[in-house]
Nanobody
Framework: QVQLAESGGGLVQSGGSLRLSCAAS????????MGWYRRAPENQRELVAD???????RYADSAKGRFTISRDNARNTMYLQMNMLTPSDTDVYFC??????????WGQGTQVTVSS
């Protein structure tokens, strides 16, 4: 059974930092990529950052220069270091994993709240 265990969310003051973690288990085959998404209108999700098997990363414009995504392949764990947080970053952040063969998996989400 595939499980994505997210942690690291919480309440932080504006200008503070958080580090989100996503640990994957029960994955068969290679992991192609992992990423972090946040809620968007109409129950959609928008990319915050992701990292591919080659190590190439992508960031939303709002995240560039403040957030850093990384991955520990040996532990199948992904991280999002979030610095200089502002209230506009407040949202639920979801872990996404894409496995070889086309499997796509989502975590339950972890709440990030940034106060003024």
């Amino acid at each position: 059974q595939v499980q994505l265990a997210e942690s690291g969310g919480g309440l932080v003051q504006s200008g503070g930092s958080l580090r989100l973690s996503c640990a994957a288990s029960g994955i068969f085959g290679d992991i192609i990529g992992m990423g972090w998404y946040r809620r968007a209108p109409e129950n959609q999700r928008e990319l915050v950052a992701d990292i591919g098997s080659s190590g190439i990363t992508r960031y939303a414009d709002s995240a560039k220069g403040r957030f850093t995504i990384s991955r520990d392949n040996a532990r199948n764990t992904m991280y999002l270091q979030m610095n200089m947080l502002t209230p506009s970053d407040t949202d639920v952040y979801f872990c996404k994993l894409v496995a070889r063969g086309g499997g796509v998996y989502w975590g339950q989400g972890t709440q990030v709240t940034v106060s003024s």
